[in-house]
């Protein structure tokens, strides 16, 4: 587990996969063994679909697949390898929908 620092101070801790590096997401997507970190990346975007979307009142239907999500993570890793995963996961979810990148309150 670590833990990070939003905009707002706040501690944001993040679990398991949400921790690796984004050189180890990519040595393992090419070595095709990210299964694991895959389902971690679904299980991120689909949990703050189903949280965060009813609060902004959006429909937050993403307009790709798994496929799709994964390399626009391989993308975004391959120029910031020594990022975690959970940053990565962010990133993409801001850039497909930016409001549902809420501040803590």
């Known amino acids: 587990m670590a833990s990070a620092q939003n905009q707002n101070t706040h501690k944001i801790y993040v679990f398991s996969l949400g921790n690796i590096s984004c050189g180890t997401w990519i040595t393992d997507r090419r070595q095709q063994a990210a299964a694991a ?34 390399v626009w993570i391989d993308n975004f890793c391959q120029v910031n390898p020594t990022i975690d995963l959970w940053s990565a996961t962010k990133a993409f979810i801001a850039e497909d929908h930016p409001f549902l990148i809420i501040p803590n309150k």
């Open 37 to 70: 970190e895959e389902f971690w990346v679904d299980g991120y975007i689909s949990s703050t679909e189903d949280s965060l979307g009813a609060e902004v009142n959006k429909d937050v239907s993403i307009n790709t697949d798994g496929n799709g999500i994964y």
